[in-house]
């Protein structure tokens, strides 16, 4: 996932290159960055000092866009479009810095300013949006557009900003202008309430067992976790397991005992679905209310409408017809799946019906009887160390790549270690840091951000008066939450979680090898159903028999994995499709019909309109979508509004995109560097469409996909 963060511009400035001066350092967002690489001095940074520096930032863009309104020069590209995308540098650098940390690391005392920092953010953004006279400015640069003589990034700027102007209001009225901005604060702040409760239903459940007979058939790693875990609740002699991914998806899919796996199921499909503090059902109605009225504000019948008109899929109907072309081959496999499972269970004497929290330990079942294959085997051979180390060779044959492990670099919390990124000549890309372990203040799932985008600056030697150019590089974070080991074994990570690792590293790589000059079109600042494309394509190379051999190596003998477990786990790839379409395209569908509705009656109960959305799909009962509605961040809280079906969108292209290396080779040279300067380079520089034929020669096609996932012949 790539963690989006809504501002009207990212001119994330580097600290260091800065000229101007502040008057105090007792604020170290109000100083240049005196740390490797001008990263953020997270040593030095404490909650206090963010309200003042924002507060400082947004008085410093107000005085460049007053600057901006007050010119009397003939508006143009160069005084009114960079000047404005570069006028917030202060105020993104705090509140990028801000977002992020609160995201993965939400301490007590940045929780207690997040909704100062929110409101304060949210009317700052729509003062700017609302502006008439600074539209105005813009409005003059792109009428006149055509005959400004700009090149193909300056034209999407141009674009970019001028379409985000009229999306956030500029042309409305000020009874609507009035409208949209209460809507707009509130949006902002029930999205964070939001994304607090779904963290905080998250870590408040733990399913404590008692015995060890009851963990029969659960990894000796995962015991020794929940052993740790345990410890750390004082519940000493006892086994914790937690609703964190790492360990609720292999329990279930190695417990034998079925109460368990139900107890821990539900936990997990019912968070903020109780009726207590942290329900979210009444938020989730009034988001969808409120941003229904926004899009009508606008004149679009739904949200989905508004949100997709700057997206590759354009309209919601595209978008659905994409979904409805994978959803029934993946729901006819997915019910074939279904009935080998409940075969099994009666085979084995059994005589209960298949229920969702039996599908991951029945299907494991299978794949050990088809393939002889199962997670405990493979589990020595994918320490995390080794992942990391398969992740920068895959980067270093592709790219020629060099990771630099720094320990002078700050972090923002112990968990987290810095790399410098080099080219194969040994010049700077970027600061990558990797965020490996799962916490309490920390958000759910895995995603990519940054701490400053790169772009480049135009800088004027005092000496000599001559003007350069100076290139300012990315800072770019990894964020996981996998299960910390136990004392006296490595990390051990399940396939699910070496995929992981893969598909954000492409995202990583997407904003690490941006060659951009402005930051709101660099790196990843590009639609979802676009940004998703570079980090799924990663995920192609984690399993090829040639990279596995590269790193899957057992972390106590150091042998390579044996070429029998890589034949298996390549003929089982395949395995359990069905499910895992269905699973994700029923939340991609269900996303859809909440921001599809037209009107703005708020919606009854939350709980019915899922299941009455489900049963229109055919979903079959013993699959949930991956995301409930009470849970689902990332429509309801991360930037996928009406773009969950970007996963999907996005595998399409990837497929497509991949044939290529098949057809010319896995490592290509002249293949790699064509997808690097076509699509990893250029951001939202160009046509998106047009970006990807360059690369492939043709639009892309959904058969690539279909066959690779086992869902045509």
């Known amino acids: 996932m790539k963690k989006i963060i809504f501002m009207l511009s990212l001119g994330l400035t580097l600290a260091a290159c800065n000229n101007k001066k502040s008057n105090s350092c007792d604020n170290p967002f109000l100083c240049r960055y005196d740390t490797p690489f001008g990263v953020p001095p997270f040593n030095k940074i404490?909650?206090?000092?963010?309200?003042?520096?924002?507060?400082?930032g947004i008085k410093q863009q107000n005085v460049v866009i007053d600057s901006i309104i007050n010119s009397t020069a003939?508006?143009?590209?160069?005084?009114?479009?960079?000047?404005?995308?570069?006028?917030?540098?202060?105020?993104?650098?705090?509140?990028?810095?801000?977002?992020?940390?609160?995201?993965?690391?939400?301490?007590?005392?940045?929780?207690?300013?997040?909704?100062?920092?929110?409101?304060?953010?949210?009317?700052?953004?729509?003062?700017?949006?609302?502006?008439?006279?600074?539209?105005?400015?813009?409005?003059?640069?792109?009428?006149?557009?055509?005959?400004?003589?700009?090149?193909?990034?300056?034209?999407?700027?141009?674009?970019?900003?001028?379409?985000?102007?009229?999306?956030?209001?500029?042309?409305?009225?000020?009874?609507?202008?009035?409208?949209?901005?209460?809507?707009?604060?509130?949006?902002?702040?029930?999205?964070?309430?939001?994304?607090?409760?779904?963290?905080?239903?998250?870590?408040?459940?733990?399913?404590?067992?008692?015995?060890?007979?009851?963990?029969?058939?659960?990894?000796?790693?995962l015991i020794d976790a929940a052993a740790e875990t345990a410890k750390q609740n004082e519940l000493e002699g006892k086994y914790v397991f937690t609703l964190d991914r790492a360990s609720i998806f292999p329990f279930l899919q190695t417990a034998k005992n079925r109460d368990l796996r139900e107890k821990i199921f539900k936990g997990y499909i019912m968070r903020c679905n109780n009726g207590n503090a942290d329900d979210t059902k009444k938020d989730i109605?009034?988001?969808?209310?409120?941003?229904?009225?926004?899009?009508?504000?606008?004149?679009?019948?739904?949200?989905?409408?508004?949100?997709?008109?700057?997206?590759?899929?354009?309209?919601?109907?595209?978008?659905?017809?994409?979904?409805?072309?994978?959803?029934?081959?993946?729901?006819q496999l997915a019910k074939q799946e279904a009935a080998d499972i409940q075969r099994m269970i009666f085979e084995s004497g059994e005589q209960f019906k298949l229920e969702p929290w039996d599908w991951s330990y029945y299907a494991e079942k299978i794949r050990t009887a088809k393939y002889d294959l199962n997670e405990e085997m493979l589990l020595p051979y994918f320490s995390l160390d080794n992942v990391m180390q398969g992740i920068f060779d895959v980067a270093l044959k592709l790219y020629g790549l060099q990771f630099i492990k720094h320990n002078d670099i700050p972090v923002y919390n112990e968990d987290v270690v810095a790399y410098e990124v080099q080219e194969a000549d040994g010049k700077h890309v970027g600061i990558l840091y990797f965020d490996f372990y799962v916490r309490p203040t920390k958000g759910v799932g895995a995603w990519?951000?940054?701490?400053?985008?790169?772009?480049?600056?135009?800088?004027?030697?005092?000496?000599?008066?001559?003007?350069?150019?100076?290139?300012?590089r990315p800072v770019v974070s990894l964020v996981f939450n996998f299960a910390r080991p136990a004392a006296d074994k490595p990390t051990l990570l399940n396939l699910d979680e070496v995929s992981t690792v893969f598909h954000e590293f492409g995202h990583a790589l997407n904003g690490l090898l941006s060659d951009c000059t402005y930051p709101s079109v660099a790196g990843t600042n590009t639609p979802t159903d676009f940004v998703e494309l570079?980090?799924?394509?990663?995920?192609?190379?984690?399993?090829?028999?040639?990279?596995?051999?590269?790193?899957?190596?057992?972390?106590?003998?150091?042998?390579?994995?044996?070429?029998?477990?890589?034949?298996?786990?390549?003929?089982?790839?395949?395995?359990?499709?069905?499910?895992?379409?269905?699973?994700?395209?029923?939340?991609?569908?269900?996303?859809?019909?909440?921001?599809?509705?037209?009107?703005?009656e708020p919606i009854a109960d939350i709980n019915k309109f899922e299941k009455d959305?489900?049963?229109?799909?055919?979903?079959?009962?013993?699959?949930?979508?991956?995301?409930?509605?009470?849970?689902?961040?990332?429509?309801?809280?991360?930037?996928?509004?009406?773009?969950?079906?970007?996963?999907?969108?996005?595998?399409?292209?990837?497929?497509?995109?991949?044939?290529?290396f098949v057809e010319k080779g896995y490592f290509d040279k002249a293949t790699?560097?064509?997808?690097?300067?076509?699509?990893?380079?250029r951001g939202y520089t160009d046509d998106l469409m047009k970006l990807y034929i360059d690369f492939r020669g043709h639009s892309p096609n959904v058969y690539p996909l279909l066959k690779r996932e086992g869902l045509k012949q």
Request: glycine share 4%; hydrophobic share 35%; with cysteine.
């Open 613 to 660: 959305e489900m049963l229109k799909t055919g979903l079959i009962p013993q699959i949930v979508p991956r995301y409930r509605s009470t849970y689902f961040k990332h429509v309801f809280s991360g930037g996928y509004t009406a773009g969950y079906y970007s996963y999907r969108w996005s595998a399409v292209l990837d497929a497509d995109a991949f044939e290529a």
């Open 672 to 681: 790699a560097t064509s997808f690097r300067k076509n699509i990893l380079e």
């Open 285 to 331: 109605t009034e988001l969808v209310v409120l941003r229904t009225q926004k899009a009508q504000i606008f004149g679009y019948k739904n949200y989905a409408e508004y949100a997709l008109e700057n997206k590759m899929a354009k309209t919601p109907e595209a978008a659905i017809q994409l979904l409805l072309q994978i959803w029934e081959p993946a729901l």
């Open 46 to 56: 404490a909650p206090s000092h963010f309200i003042p520096a924002l507060e400082e």
């Open 534 to 600: 570079p980090s799924q394509i990663m995920e192609n190379w984690a399993l090829l028999p040639e990279v596995l051999n590269m790193y899957a190596r057992h972390y106590e003998t150091g042998e390579n994995i044996p070429n029998e477990l890589v034949n298996k786990i390549n003929e089982s790839k395949k395995f359990n499709q069905g499910f895992i379409n269905v699973e994700l395209l029923a939340a991609a569908l269900l996303d859809m019909a909440y921001h599809t509705r037209s009107t703005t």
């Open 74 to 221: 003939m508006p143009d590209f160069e005084n009114t479009i960079v000047a404005y995308e570069f006028s917030s540098e202060l105020f993104d650098r705090v509140y990028l810095t801000f977002e992020n940390l609160r995201s993965c690391d939400a301490t007590s005392s940045l929780d207690s300013i997040s909704g100062e920092i929110v409101k304060r953010v949210s009317k700052h953004n729509n003062d700017i949006s609302l502006n008439a006279g600074l539209f105005d400015k813009i409005k003059q640069v792109y009428e006149r557009k055509d005959e400004l003589g700009l090149n193909r990034e300056q034209l999407m700027l141009l674009e970019k900003t001028y379409k985000s102007f009229v999306r956030n209001g500029a042309n409305l009225n000020e009874e609507q202008k009035a409208e949209i901005r209460r809507i707009n604060e509130r949006l902002s702040l029930l999205e964070l309430e939001f994304e607090t409760k779904v963290r905080n239903e998250t870590n408040a459940f733990k399913l404590v067992v008692d015995r060890i007979e009851d963990c029969e058939g659960v990894p000796q790693s």
């Open 448 to 472: 990519m951000t940054e701490f400053r985008t790169q772009h480049r600056i135009c800088t004027k030697d005092k000496t000599t008066s001559e003007t350069k150019t100076v290139d300012v």
